[in-house]
């Protein structure tokens, strides 16, 4: 199996960009009364965008009650005036990317021991020095043939 890297590094800096760029644009946005009613649509439309570009990075919120619970209250805090001037998509985002990149460094160290251990263990072909992809087969004489060893490919 390949290692899995669903969100590097310039990826995971790159989405932090965007949730602190909403963020902000929302707190401009809440200093006025009138533009404090645009923005729970500027929070919906950014926390849809970060929820798309996880899902193309193959992050799912369903099989993790973490994430699940902070994208819930994500969402929800973003959807309220004025309290939409707190960087929550940008802390949820920032939760929900060290969740991913700790899922992905635990299942990637698992498999790099996996490995290591099928590495260590004795192989029959390995051990006689001879090539893994090509079995050498060995015939040996019978009791009536008095025929020496001989490998035979």
């Known amino acids: 199996m390949k290692e899995r890297h669903r969100i590097p590094g310039t990826t995971a800096f ?15 946005l809440d200093l006025t009364v009138f533009f404090a009613l645009l ?6 439309i950014g926390w ?5 570009w996880f899902k193309l990075r193959g992050v799912t919120f369903s099989d993790n009650s973490q994430r699940m619970t902070v994208n819930f209250l994500m969402g929800v805090l973003e959807l ?12 949820g985002t920032w939760l929900t990317i060290r969740s991913v990149q700790a899922e992905d460094k635990k299942r990637n160290d698992s498999l ?5 251990t ?10 006689s020095g001879e090539n893994k992809n090509q079995a050498t087969y ?10 020496p060893e001989r490998k035979v490919a």
């Open 80 to 91: 309220v005036p004025f309290v939409d001037a707190l960087p929550g998509l940008t802390f």
């Open 39 to 44: 923005a729970p649509v500027m929070a919906g």
């Open 112 to 116: 790099k021991q996996k490995q290591s």
């Open 48 to 52: 849809f965008t970060l929820w798309f």
């Open 138 to 147: 060995y015939n040996r004489g019978t009791a009536n043939n008095n025929t």
């Open 14 to 28: 790159l989405m932090l960009s965007v949730a602190v760029f909403i963020d902000i644009f929302q707190f401009f």
């Open 118 to 127: 099928e590495k260590s263990a004795p192989n029959r072909l390995s051990q």
